[in-house]
């Protein structure tokens, strides 16, 4: 399946650094950041319903992830992968685009947001991190950011437990996921170099206040329309807390629930395209 994941797409140069981009649609562009541990293949469902609302959905890899390249000296915090993300825009000829966030894609479009806030025509927060500051990593994430130990539990992590992992954590709906198409998450993972890349993204959370103030900043008082999109049933980025902090810090009196854990780009991709559809047109109104 990583093979036709890649003939759906194709590549594209930013910052030095090869990436892959996945788009679909005719319309004005809304640019989809992924998180952990995933890639633009996240929204494959996605963007196939914007391209059906008349938008042009896009999601390309971050550096270190997916079909991106890898390299040792990248910076790979999200002030680095940030600086990516500004270059990319460019890259792909985006001049204003709407944004859609989600997991520690939220840091990283924050810091785009920060860099380019004219650029920015809609900004749709899905489970992400606000208070960066007061943000522990889930216990299913842990392990990897520890030396020694995010190697060893990376190496010994067979396909099974990796898929377990996923549904538990991220799958609401199990018949809208199939094994194949999470055994490709695990394969864009690891890839080349067996998921180091992915292991230094997760040692360099700039988890500071300095980091929580510039990310609030780009939530209040801007002059694009913002919403936050929350799969409910999340176990490890709660919306009776995670998602509140994004409320507040938005400024919003209310959260779009939907029906999902983790990935609700997997199972609830009409409605979340829905959402952010909606939105888009709100900010070029």
């Known amino acids: 399946m990583v093979e036709r994941h890649r003939a ?15 788009e ?3 319309g004005e562009p809304v640019v989809c950041l992924h998180g952990l541990p995933a890639s633009c293949f996240l929204y494959r469902k996605v963007i196939r319903e914007l391209a ?13 992830l997916g079909l991106a390249e890898r390299p040792p ?3 790979y915090s999200w002030s680095g992968l940030g600086r990516f993300c500004v270059a990319a825009v460019d890259a792909l000829g985006l001049e204003r685009f709407d944004l859609v966030v989600h997991d520690i894609g939220g840091p990283v479009g924050f810091e785009l947001a920060a860099a380019m806030p004219e650029r920015i025509v809609s900004l749709t927060l899905l489970n992400t991190v606000v208070e960066v500051d007061r943000f522990r990593r889930p216990w299913s994430m842990e392990p990897f950011a520890i030396r020694g130990l995010g190697e060893l539990s990376l190496a010994l992590l067979p396909r099974p437990a990796f898929r377990r992992l ?7 709906n199990q018949q809208a996921v199939a094994d194949d198409e999470l055994d490709t998450y695990f394969d864009l993972l ?7 890349a992915f292991l230094r993204i997760m040692r360099g959370f700039e988890r500071t206040p300095e980091k929580r103030r510039l990310y609030e900043s780009v939530l209040r008082d801007v002059p694009y329309p913002i919403q936050v ?3 409910e049933l999340d176990p490890a980025l709660k919306q009776s807390v995670h998602g509140e902090q994004a409320r507040l810090a938005a400024g919003l009196d209310l959260i779009h629930a939907l029906p999902a854990r983790h990935f609700l780009q997997e199972d609830q991709a009409p409605a979340v395209a829905g959402h952010i559809a909606a939105l888009a047109g709100r900010g070029r109104g």
């Open 8 to 22: 759906a797409g194709r590549d594209f140069q930013a910052a030095g650094v090869r990436s892959f981009v996945r």
């Open 24 to 26: 679909e649609g005719e």
């Open 52 to 64: 059906n609302r008349g938008v042009r959905g896009l999601a390309f890899d971050l550096p270190g």
């Open 73 to 75: 000296d990248f910076d």
């Open 166 to 172: 996923m549904r538990m954590q991220g799958i609401a």
């Open 190 to 196: 690891k890839r080349d170099d067996g998921g180091r």
């Open 229 to 231: 999109v929350w799969g």
